[in-house]
């Protein structure tokens, strides 16, 4: 078992602090139930998450307002359902328009004045041991910089609360690390070290999705008078085959501040801007979070009740003006009995992109055309649905991508499958005369800046169905006239 250094605090603080303080201040809450939450598709991931967590996820929205939400979710085909993604920009983005030195992206929980006995339970306190088990992926390519670059982090909610007790952060490096790290408290002797626990090489840990385990005592180290001293162990696990990347445990190292009544999680990527220059634009991911206490565990997703959702077929054709089917097939797994609800989640736009509101929740279908699931809903998590896709003259041809998300009872599971849409016909062609020429770049300018409900709206100008004619829909189709064609 590898340990830390010994911190001692201050002697007066730690005479203070010893003892029978330390045990009046231990605070026992009613039992709650295991918090698990994912993306699910539907719900706007800021309101979802911080119903969750009870407290606002803490974004450079601000400061970066074309945008739109740095909080977003997308199918993601590894894991096969919807999944966080955690938009952060070198340039503007910054901490919250009020730090321009650094930049935040995190959710977490947070204190309440009168809090329930949920909020309790996802917060830690003095004594109590806390569980949390997540998912998350560091993107092809991901680089961090000398500085910091946090990807989770334990913290304080006051008192000593400036900087965070334990984080997990990527460095750069000789080669690029992930960190384990201790940062001391300003009142420990000596103060605010940051100590590195343990490292390990980041290079497997990018491009690939891995599960994480935490379990934490909160407490001071027994030299600082704490009778069941803090405790701390994390172990980190690719999800392909089950390799341990990282792996640390410590049964006597400090957990607490002085003057704190809470400690709180935080996930998602608080970096450094003074070595911007070593940075990139990243999209990490998370995912599959669960937050428990004793006697409650949080097992690992593979273990829990669960369903599949499958596709008869790996595409679907339909002409403009026709319809189409395919049936769709929930499974059960590990028990799961609860109902799953069908609908079409996913986009053909890419949330933040110019003229397309990144809040926008879309169906993925073309414009002009319709789906229906029967049933909707597959009762008791077993049973089949068809998935009717129906057009219309004005639906215009070309290749989309429809998202199909199955959603349990509880909000809590999500699984989607992908599947490819062709509309038959000539790709940009907005007047239907089957060539794509000056006429339907034209018929594009006309309806411009439109949206639908608008008398100008043209659906067939609408090649990604967002209910916007905009600079993508141009884009498309200037791309499909043929070479050398130029317009006025």
């Known amino acids: 078992m590898r340990r830390t250094n010994r911190i001692k605090l201050l002697p007066v603080l730690a005479v203070l602090l010893a003892g029978p303080s330390i045990a009046k201040a231990q605070i026992t809450q009613p039992l709650q139930t295991p918090v698990h939450f994912n993306a699910d598709g539907e719900t706007q991931p800021e309101t979802q998450v911080g119903n969750y967590l009870q407290a606002a996820p803490e974004t450079p929205d601000c400061s970066h307002l074309n945008f739109g939400p740095h909080l977003t979710q997308a199918p993601d085909s590894v894991l096969g359902q919807y999944v966080y993604v955690f938009n952060i920009h070198v340039v503007p983005d910054n901490d919250r328009c009020s730090a321009t030195d650094r930049q935040r992206l995190e959710i977490k929980s947070e204190l309440h004045s009168n809090p329930t006995p949920y909020q309790s ?16 992926m560091l993107p092809t390519g991901f680089q961090p910089s000398n500085s910091f670059t946090h990807i989770h982090q334990i913290k304080a909610d006051d ?6 007790i ?6 750069f490096g000789s080669p690029d690390t992930v960190q384990l790290l201790l940062i001391t408290s300003t009142l420990a002797n000596p103060p605010h070290q940051t100590i590195t626990l343990t490292q390990v090489p980041m290079a497997p840990f990018v491009g690939q999705w891995v599960e994480a385990y935490e379990v934490i005592t909160y407490n001071f180290t027994s030299e600082e008078g704490a009778a069941s001293p803090g405790q701390y162990s994390l172990v980190i696990n690719r999800l392909s085959d089950n390799a341990t990347l990282l792996s640390y445990s410590n049964n006597d190292i400090d957990m607490w501040r002085v003057g704190t009544t809470v400690v709180r999680p935080k996930w998602g990527i608080y970096r450094s801007l003074v070595n911007a220059q070593q940075l990139r634009d990243e999209q990490p991911r998370f995912n599959n979070f669960c937050m428990a206490k004793p006697p409650d565990a949080c097992p690992s997703d593979t273990t829990l009740p669960d369903f599949s959702l499958t596709s008869a077929q790996t595409s679907i054709t339909v002409a403009p003006g026709g319809s189409n089917p395919v049936s769709l097939t929930v499974a059960p797994l ?17 949330p933040g992109s110019t003229g397309v509101p990144a809040a926008t929740n879309l169906t993925g279908l073309p414009a002009a055309s319709t789906a229906s699931f029967s049933p909707s809903t597959v009762t008791g998590g077993s049973g089949s649905s068809t998935l009717t896709i129906a057009t219309s003259p004005a639906t215009p041809p070309g290749n989309y991508t429809l998202i199909i998300n199955g959603l349990s009872a509880d909000d809590v599971r ?3 499958v992908s599947l490819p849409l062709v509309v038959s016909g000539t790709p940009g062609d907005v007047n239907g005369d089957g060539v794509v020429n000056c006429a339907d770049l034209a018929a594009v300018r006309a309806a411009y800046g439109s949206t639908v409900g608008q008398a100008r709206y043209n659906p067939s100008a609408d090649f990604n169905g967002d ?18 064609t130029s317009c006025q």
């Open 166 to 171: 334990m984080t997990l952060t990527p460095r």
């Open 121 to 136: 339970y996802i917060l830690g306190h003095l004594g109590e041991t806390v569980i949390h088990r997540w998912r998350f």
């Open 414 to 416: 999500s699984h989607v």
């Open 334 to 350: 590990n028990g799961f009995a609860q109902n799953v609800l069908l609908s079409l989640t996913g986009s053909n736009a890419v």
């Open 159 to 164: 008192g000593d609360d400036s900087d965070p």
């Open 467 to 484: 209910g916007f004619v905009n600079v993508l829909d141009l884009q498309f189709v200037v791309q499909q006239l043929p070479s050398g």
